[in-house]
């Protein structure tokens, strides 16, 4: 029945009869012909319906055939429109479980399966056919594998209303993700596969992904930038690379990506993991090793969420929007973002070598180089710069990141270039 691929019979379905799809051909055309102006062509046709119906023992349309014989230019398209909806049975995942029930055709929802023909136009039939029960479905399977084909639509509205109950950070934002699922003055693309729903608006490149069944926002990237991102990538590329950053599958995630440390990186059950380096090679242009490793780990998706989440990854790429609007992006963005991991206990890794100190000052000449060659003498001298000082200026953003890891206690291991927390 599904598409030709079930192997259920004629024994499967309630009062089953397989010319009932005929039936709705033949009432079409019969009442689009009896629309023409000619009483004697309308009454040709509403008399061949009524035939039809009556050797079909469809006493319904017989009926109201036979009262457009008795209208002039009344054609029994008025009267048919004026029946009850037909039934039919659907089917719906919640979870892993599989529901059945028997409704009216037009009030079948997204995410629901119409596994039969209209079975009745009657709603005391229907509900007996709810009682008797759906055992004879017997591909359960099959059903669920359809429900769980990905669902893409461009449209105003929200294909689900979801009371969401646990929503993601959003730093500083206009506004937050429960605000943008509830705005739909602006058509979006809405994607669902399985329990996930994904929501995007091309225009500001905001996009919500929730768990449907958990009733829980699970990441809000916003930045027009996403949408270009989209131009290369799938939405479902898009969903397997929330579960990895933000640490849903079961598993950790290895790091296939290069560091120029050589950094050997993979996500940790236990805690967040955290990586801060160089973007731009020397503070400027592009390059740099947390350029490469974003692309990699985030498809360069822009967000503003810096909750962090065990088993996942934490890194700071926001938007150039938001890099603009910050009136100093050191203190307004980047120094919140680091001292959340901090608060949290995250692992923290140094994605280029500390020791480069190309990438931790500004500007390396014979006035402005300072001697290091341990990762101690890196620590006591950038604890030693002032804050808003000249030192202090010629810091780049790694620079700073290290100053407030040592001062917040942390030492580094050039082994594994791992931050560790000193007691």
């Known amino acids: 029945m599904l598409f030709g691929t079930s192997p259920l019979g004629e024994a499967d379905f309630y009062d089953f009869d397989p010319y009932i799809l005929t039936d709705d051909v033949v009432y079409t055309s019969l009442d689009v012909l009896a629309l023409v102006p000619d009483p004697r062509w309308e009454a040709a046709m509403e008399f061949t319906g009524l035939v039809y119906a009556t050797l079909r023992n469809d006493m319904d349309a017989a009926v109201m055939y036979n009262a457009a014989l008795a209208i002039p230019f009344s054609s029994a398209r008025i009267f048919r429109e004026s029946l009850p909806d037909g039934f039919a049975t659907v089917a719906r ?3 892993e479980d599989l529901l059945f029930s028997t409704k009216p055709v037009d009030q079948i929802e997204s995410g629901e399966l119409q596994l039969t023909p209209v079975l009745t136009g009657n709603e005391k039939v229907a509900r007996r056919i709810e009682e008797v029960g759906y055992s004879h479905f017997r591909d359960t399977e099959a059903i669920k594998r359809l ?63 929730g768990d449907v069944r958990k009733k829980e926002v699970v990441a809000f990237f916003r930045g027009v930038e996403n949408t270009g991102v989209l131009e290369q990538h799938s939405y479902a590329d898009i969903l397997r690379t929330v579960k990895r950053y933000f640490g849903i599958s079961e598993m950790p995630s290895g790091v ?90 995250d692992a923290i890794y140094a994605g280029t070598d500390p020791m480069d100190l190309s990438k931790v000052f500004r500007i390396l000449d014979e006035f402005n180089s300072p001697v290091i060659r341990t990762a101690a003498e890196l620590e006591k001298n950038l604890k030693s710069i002032m804050i808003n000082s000249n030192e202090y200026e010629n810091l780049t953003g790694l620079g700073k990141e290290l100053k407030l890891l040592f001062e917040n206690g942390y030492s580094l291991e050039l082994e594994k270039y791992i931050f560790i927390k000193n007691d």
């Not at 994904?198 to 225009?203: N, P, S, V, Y």
């Not at 985030?298 to 909750?307: G, R």
Request: glycine fraction near 8%; charge should be negative.
């Open 93 to 95: 995942l919640e979870g």
């Open 147 to 209: 429900l769980n084909q990905p669902l893409i639509k461009r449209q105003w509205n929200n294909l689900l209303e979801v009371p969401w109950e646990s929503l993601p950070d959003c730093y500083r934002c206009e506004r937050d993700a429960l605000e943008f699922w509830e705005d739909v003055t602006e058509e979006a693309v809405h994607y669902r596969s399985g329990d996930y729903y994904i929501k995007h608006l091309e225009a500001t490149g905001e996009i919500l992904v």
């Open 256 to 345: 296939t990506f290069n560091f120029s440390n050589g950094l050997s990186l993979a996500s940790s059950p236990e805690k967040c993991t955290t990586v801060i380096g160089n973007y731009a090679t020397n503070g400027r242009g592009s390059g740099g090793d947390m350029k490469g490793f974003i692309q990699e780990i985030l498809l360069n998706l822009k967000h503003q969420d810096f909750e962090g989440r065990k088993n996942g990854f934490n890194v700071l790429n926001v938007s150039d929007a938001a890099f603009m609007d910050a009136r100093d992006f050191w203190e307004d963005i980047n120094k919140p973002w680091l001292l959340r991991a901090i608060e949290r206990g």
